[in-house]
């Protein structure tokens, strides 16, 4: 068996995305056809399992591009099979995600598969092994949002278009706010190769905390309406109407009552 490439049983699809990826399948099914009792709560299902499955696609991105930069170690973790129990740090990568987007409908980047960064040899290596996730968040945007912007939408039931609109907003803020050039997320990691010793060595004691400061700086209610500004204008420009998204949020708080023009 070569050393350099992972073992069959380390590159296989693990049983627990399997059923991530059957639940989203299902649920999408029943908000698409109407078939569940309350569609609140297939957009709810549907939603939630199609940004875990966005989660787990992003940390397999990082560490199949960490994978052919030269760190073989990422098949013996479990990092190539898509199981989010096997990440270093489930509860940041999965967990919390999660739980943020329940609660306040946000879509945060999570944390993290572990690279062996002493394989990986070469700036430009170290700088697509950290764009290479959030590089996903946005092809998930795409897809979600094409729909909008080639005008396809004639047939799609509405709670569909909405569930899609939400989605394509979680996929959006994550993708900006995983590319902010802040230590701990993916955009420090893309510049950090590049910077000088004297740098690195001033900024690595602040990256544990960058991930809990940028939740923090998104209570601020100027820096809150200036971003979350900013991300309504991308899913306009993108075709996706506010009102769409708006309505997708508030099927998928299904404990809460809808705004009497987003009932179904």
């Known amino acids: 068996m070569s050393t350099t490439t992972p073992r069959h049983d380390e590159r296989r699809v693990s049983p627990v995305f399997l059923a991530i990826l059957a639940v989203m399948a299902v649920t999408g099914w029943a908000v698409w ?16 399992s199609a940004w875990i499955v966005s989660l787990c696609l992003h940390e397999y991105a990082h560490a199949r591009t960490a994978l052919h930069g030269g760190d073989i170690t990422v098949g013996a973790r479990g990092y190539l099979t898509l199981n989010p129990l096997a990440y270093t740090h489930a509860w940041l990568s999965i967990v919390i995600p999660v739980l943020f987007l329940m609660l306040g409908g946000i879509g945060l980047p999570g944390g993290a598969v572990f690279i062996d960064r002493g394989r990986v040899h070469g700036r430009w290596k170290h700088s697509l092994i950290s764009a290479a996730g959030p590089l996903t968040n946005v092809l998930f945007a795409v897809v979600c949002t094409a729909p909008f912007w080639l005008h396809a939408l004639d047939g799609v039931p509405r709670p569909f278009q909405y569930a899609l609109a939400f989605l394509a907003f979680l996929q959006v803020t994550a993708s900006l706010l995983n590319l902010l050039p802040v230590p701990g997320l993916d955009g420090y990691g893309v510049i950090e190769p590049w910077l000088s010793y004297g740098i690195k060595r001033r900024v690595e004691p602040y990256a544990p905390y960058g991930f809990f400061i940028i939740v923090a700086l998104l209570f601020v209610p100027p820096l809150h309406s200036a971003f979350f500004g900013t991300i309504n204008t991308l899913l306009q420009t993108l075709g996706v109407p506010e009102l769409s998204r708006v309505c997708g949020s508030a099927l998928y708080r299904f404990w809460e009552p809808a705004p009497e023009f987003c009932r179904v």
């Open 33 to 48: 056809t109407d078939f569940a009792a309350s569609p609140a709560i297939a957009v709810f299902l549907f939603v939630t």
